[in-house]
């Protein structure tokens, strides 16, 4: 098994798309240059159908109330995927985890593409890289069918880990699309970041969270609040299959909402290098009928 390992990030204002440089006194440590928010999001009716036929006069983006220019715009069906498998081996989950393996692997094989990757870390009593980014679905397989279930929940130290040491690896940002996709029943009762702090990695990581509970119990409970808060922040949805035979169906809507997204890029007006969270709201130009998932902000660079 890989040990986990840190990544310094240091954001900055620069005058070109994002680029990834290293700095010579450092080799760990990457400069990013950041003058442009990118949003990936996906667009739906009342009943759920994805909405796909949209273009770029069809949307406005409002940023701290004020209407924002899009300079990119491009439906997203081919982007490369960055993919992050997060799987609960805490004892919470024993009972039905031989299924909850094959479904995600049932996930892998039909989700992923030649120039996609994906990367899968266990977590209990803390977080572990069991499959590092790879296209190689026997090895991610492999990776999910060898996992074990025992132990406490670091599920924030796992989401933290994943985005920073790995999601984040492949620049710039708007090239591929990032996400993650957590088996879980939100319980955290181990990790060293908190909520918030997983949050704001994933939400400076671009990373979208799918989450399944694995809480068959039909009542709500605080961990099930924590997947779905996670979810609804960095646009993603939360999937509760009460039965085992539904799980296979939550990774295929997953998998179908990967396959209809937009993506549009933007120049802050103004521009904003303060390092604080600004919100985002995407909408859909006179059509409430349609419905807008996307993150509800980013975090600008610091200077």
């Known amino acids: 098994m890989k040990k986990l390992y840190s990544l310094a990030l240091v954001f900055c ?17 990457i400069t990013l240059d950041v003058n442009r928010v990118n949003m990936l999001f996906t667009v739906s009716d009342k009943k759920g159908r994805f909405v796909t036929d949209l273009t770029k006069t069809d949307f406005e ?31 919470s989950i024993r009972d039905r985890f031989k299924f909850q393996q094959e479904a995600a692997i049932e996930f892998v094989n039909s989700v992923m593409r030649p120039q996609d990757r994906a990367v ?7 977080a572990e890289l069991v499959a590092d980014l790879t296209n190689d679905n026997a090895k991610l397989a492999a ?59 994933a939400h400076k990581a671009d990373v ?11 009542i709500q409970s605080d961990g099930d ?26 990774f295929e809507n997953i998998a179908n909402e990967l396959r209809h997204q937009y993506n549009v890029l933007y120049r802050p007006d103004p521009v904003k290098t303060d390092g604080l969270y600004h919100t985002v709201d995407i909408k859909v130009k006179g059509r409430k009928d349609l419905v807008v998932r996307a993150r509800k902000g980013y975090y600008a660079p610091r200077l």
Do not use: W
């Open 208 to 218: 979208a969270i799918y989450a399944i509970s694995t809480n068959i119990t039909r």
């Open 61 to 91: 983006i409002i940023e701290s109330k004020r209407p924002q220019s899009i300079i990119e715009f491009t439906a997203e069906a081919d982007l490369p995927l960055r993919l992050a498998i997060l799987i609960d081996t805490s004892n």
């Open 143 to 201: 990776a999910i069918r060898g996992l074990r279930p025992g132990g406490g929940t670091a599920l924030f130290d796992a989401i933290f880990f994943a985005c920073r040491d790995k999601l984040m690896q492949d620049q710039p940002q708007h090239k591929f699309r990032r996400a993650m996709v957590i088996l879980s029943d939100g319980d955290d009762n181990q990790s060293r970041y908190t909520r918030d702090q997983a949050l704001e990695m």
């Open 13 to 29: 204002l620069g005058a070109s798309a994002a680029e990834p440089q290293k700095t010579n006194d450092d080799p760990s440590r």
């Open 120 to 126: 899968v870390v266990s977590f209990d009593t803390g």
């Open 225 to 250: 609040k924590i997947l779905k808060y996670l979810s609804a922040e960095t646009g993603g949805l939360t999937f509760f299959p009460f039965k085992v035979q539904d799980l296979a169906q939550s």
